[in-house]
């Protein structure tokens, strides 16, 4: 459905998710505005209840606690840009009275929305994941064209032998995934790629509802060319790419070039 609506608005040339541009982090009144004037399809962002009254869903990634902007200004803006949403869930708190908002703001639109959060622990991840039995309860009732955004918590260190997704975490998560009725995306760290590519292979062939998210930390170490050979390995229109632009350019070039 994500790539449909693009498609269909001449937004993108082919069912190919890499051509999917994402703007990441868009927690404060004038980013969004800036990332509404670019290019990017996606808009991504942290929603937390703020801690002081009035007690609402606003834009802020911890350790913030507070914005210059709500969640329910925040879907107004997106929503007259025509742009996708991708909301990323810290804390249970802000999960029910986020999707009371999004229910008002978007009736009638079919905008792409992306509901995110880590639900597992994942290869050097040290943060709690949220309950993925109450995550999952609080948003069973969404539309059954919004999708899932479910991942694992994850660490990575510079020089170190960092552990992939193992076989026991992708399993997990397909069990966790299985009865599920949404489309599923699952985030995966692009440095750990080249340790978990037979397991996220497997996840995939697991269901049709499946996608992958490749995304990238502020600090890791990655080049597109460590990225070419999953874009030869998989599907293209099942894995998108949440990448910083340069990297992203890169990747679309190399792929033009023939290096895949």
């Known amino acids: 459905m994500t790539l449909q609506y693009f498609l269909s608005r001449g937004l993108i040339?082919?069912?190919?998710?890499?051509?999917?541009?994402?703007?990441?982090?868009?927690?404060?009144?004038?980013?969004?505005m800036e990332a509404l004037s670019g290019s990017a399809h996606m808009m991504e962002a942290d929603v937390l209840m703020r801690e002081c009254d009035p007690k609402e869903p606003i834009m802020a990634h911890p350790p913030a606690r507070d914005s210059d902007i709500t969640l329910k200004e925040w879907l107004q803006e997106v929503k007259e840009q025509?742009?996708?949403?991708?909301?990323?869930?810290?804390?249970?708190?802000?999960?029910?009275?986020?999707?009371?908002?999004?229910?008002?703001v978007l009736a009638k639109t079919?905008?792409?929305?992306?509901?995110?959060?880590?639900?597992l622990a994942g290869p050097g991840g040290h943060v709690q994941p949220l309950d993925p039995q109450a995550f999952l309860s609080a948003v069973r009732d969404l539309p059954p064209q919004v999708v899932l955004s479910l991942g694992w918590t994850t660490g990575w260190t510079a020089g170190m032998d960092n552990p992939g997704y193992s076989w026991d975490m992708v399993r997990v998560m397909e069990g966790v995934c299985r009865a599920l009725q949404h489309p599923v995306t699952f985030p995966v760290r692009a440095v750990l790629l080249a340790?978990?590519?037979?397991?996220?292979?497997?996840?995939?062939?697991?269901?049709?509802?499946?996608?992958?998210?490749v995304w990238t930390g502020q600090m890791d170490t990655l080049t597109p060319q460590d990225l070419l050979p999953y874009r030869r390995g998989f599907d293209r229109s099942r894995v998108y790419y949440d990448l910083p632009p340069s990297l992203r350019t890169e990747l679309n070039r190399g792929t033009q070039?023939?290096?895949?």
């Open 13 to 32: 040339r082919s069912s190919d998710a890499a051509e999917v541009s994402w703007c990441h982090g868009v927690n404060s009144r004038s980013g969004l």
């Open 82 to 104: 025509q742009k996708g949403i991708k909301l990323d869930f810290k804390s249970l708190e802000a999960v029910a009275p986020s999707l009371v908002l999004l229910e008002e």
């Open 195 to 213: 340790r978990s590519a037979p397991q996220l292979r497997w996840l995939l062939q697991q269901s049709h509802r499946y996608t992958l998210t």
């Open 110 to 119: 079919n905008l792409p929305v992306w509901i995110n959060a880590d639900v």
């Open 257 to 260: 070039d023939g290096d895949v």
